[in-house]
């Protein structure tokens, strides 16, 4: 059986409607999803939603409907975002399928058995917003919380634990056998040092948590929700179908299986797709979760950078929330998604503002690619009625086309999505360049001959730029190509109407 491609989302939790923040990631999957597909790779392409713990709880109790209810509600807002963005996703995982329980409850009860679980107790200062405990060494002023600024509350209860600690010396070996593993490099440095300061063991379990998966053995206690949401990367895999929630017994025993068949189809994945605040999550304890069971780890994850809007967090309270779908409904949902990956180099932090976000689309898309594409076919239809099925363009183009494409797959192979679109950007330029500079609009009436081959040049050209635009922008890129192939030229609205500023 052949390994597919498998890239993962993280899942969204449930407890917020979903933002451009959280659209962010999973386009970005979505763009490489596509690119890997147009280049013949079989590609399984993952996301869903998190949907246990105390924030889920909270949140549904406020609205006065069991956590369910409102899991149910949530995650099906996030399918209709991904609907609208269209996201091609081939699987969804909600942590509430009775199956991912399963594989959870089973591998606790494993690891508990190889004595990488075992029970003990906690006294630590907790934030019930991140559902973590802090150190000394990692709390803000006056015992706050580091990414919430609000203080955070002493808890003292019987957990059980994961032995974190046992993976400190493997997972730095592994960061230094597999430099691909974390990415973007600059990221790296971090989370090495951070293990290399030493690895508590974590607790894995909440007696007070009401809201989440049951340990078999001892069901007073709930799987702690990060515990529970990481599995999700193997159980969708393929794990829960070895699974039977009826019959625990059975467990232990036929989660070895799950590294043998399908599962292998998939797992390692080649890549976790996640933003920078869950990078240490997924590169320490994820590793060491897949080390106690034996399991090969991801070849790659990927932290990408976080989005303010004009400079400011993205809050409800500030009411400065940025609905993706509410801009895609107004510009298109192309030009959104191109948006965000020319803005900012991937992996780095941006900033949204209105007036950039306008600028671009009028510079990138109605100017550059949306103009070269009309007038080089108003043109044509002053000399022929049908476009053409081939044309011999100079040699020099051929290569140029070329290069440009080795230099777009380059570019993905490093995920650099704000390099892919300048080189397309670019190509399309120097399209519009050498419209402005052979003037064929002038030619026609002089040399038809001459402006036709210029003409059909532009045409071989764009179908380049039309293919290679499809990941970012589907239903353009493929109106592009239709436009662009060989019959008939029609009478076209503009691609992308001017925004006045
Ligand atoms: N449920 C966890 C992930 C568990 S994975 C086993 C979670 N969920 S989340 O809904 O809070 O975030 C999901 C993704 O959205 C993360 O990759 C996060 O970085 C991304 N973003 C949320 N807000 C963001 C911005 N403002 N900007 C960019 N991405 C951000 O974490």
């Known amino acids: 059986m052949d390994k597919k491609y498998y890239i993962t989302t993280p899942i969204y939790y449930v407890n917020s409607v979903p933002h451009l923040g959280h659209a962010y990631t999973t386009i970005a999957c979505d763009i490489l999803a596509r690119y890997k597909r ?77 004595g990488d679980i075992y029970l003990g107790s906690y006294s630590g200062k907790y934030c019930t917003s991140c559902e973590q405990y802090y150190d000394e060494s990692e709390m803000g002023e006056n015992c706050t919380c580091p990414v919430h600024k609000k203080p955070l509350t002493e808890v003292h209860e019987e957990t059980y634990f994961f032995k974190l600690s046992r993976y400190e010396k493997p997972l730095l070996q592994y960061y230094k056998e597999h430099p691909e593993f974390l990415v973007p490099k600059y990221r790296a440095n971090e989370i090495i040092n951070f293990v290399k300061g030493g690895l508590r063991d974590l607790s894995v379990t909440r007696t007070k948590v009401k809201w989440g998966v049951p340990v078999l053995s001892n069901p007073a206690h709930t799987i702690y929700v990060w515990f529970d949401a990481l599995i999700n990367y193997i159980s969708a895999a393929g794990a829960g179908k070895f699974l039977d929630p009826k019959n625990p017994a059975l467990h232990d025993e036929k989660l070895a299986l799950i590294q043998a ?71 298109g949902v192309d ?146 190509q239709r436009r662009l192939a060989p019959g008939p030229i029609q009478k076209y609205e503009p691609l992308f109407p001017r925004i006045a500023a």
């Open 38 to 114: 147009s280049q013949g790779v079989d590609v399984r392409f993952l996301t869903g939603t998190d949907e246990h713990g105390a924030n889920i709880e909270k949140s549904a109790a406020a609205k006065g409907v069991s956590p369910k209810a409102w899991a149910d509600e949530v995650s099906a807002k996030y399918r209709a975002l991904w609907k609208t963005l269209n996201i091609s996703y081939d699987a969804f995982i909600r942590t509430t399928d009775p199956a991912h329980e399963a594989v959870v409850q089973a591998i606790f009860e494993k690891l508990l058995k190889s």
């Open 261 to 331: 068949e399908n599962f292998r189809e998939l797992w390692p994945a080649d890549l976790h797709m996640v933003g920078k605040e869950i990078f240490r999550f997924h590169t320490v304890i994820w590793p060491a979760v897949l080390m106690a069971l034996d399991m090969q780890l991801p070849q790659q994850v990927f932290a990408h950078g976080w989005w303010t809007v004009e400079g400011e967090k993205m809050s409800k309270t500030l009411g400065n929330v940025i609905d993706p779908a509410e801009l895609g409904a107004k510009y």
């Open 335 to 480: 030009a959104v998604r191109a948006f965000l990956f020319r803005e900012v180099p991937f992996g780095q932090d941006g900033d949204f503002s209105m007036t950039s976000f306008k600028n671009r689309y009028n510079a990138d898309l109605a100017n550059n690619l949306g103009n070269l594409l009309s007038r080089t076919l108003n043109m044509m239809a002053k000399i022929t009625p049908e476009l053409p099925q081939q044309a011999d363009v100079p040699m020099e183009t051929v290569e140029k086309t070329q290069k440009t494409e080795e230099e777009i797959d380059r570019a993905y192979d490093e995920l650099a999505f704000d390099k892919v679109l300048e080189l397309i950007y670019g190509y399309s330029a120097d399209l519009n360049k050498k419209v402005a500079d052979t003037k064929p609009w002038e030619l026609i009436k002089t040399n038809e001959l001459k402006a036709l081959d210029i003409l059909k040049e532009l045409i071989v050209c764009q179908r380049y730029v039309a293919k290679w635009i499809t990941p970012f922008m589907p239903t353009i890129g493929a109106e592009m």
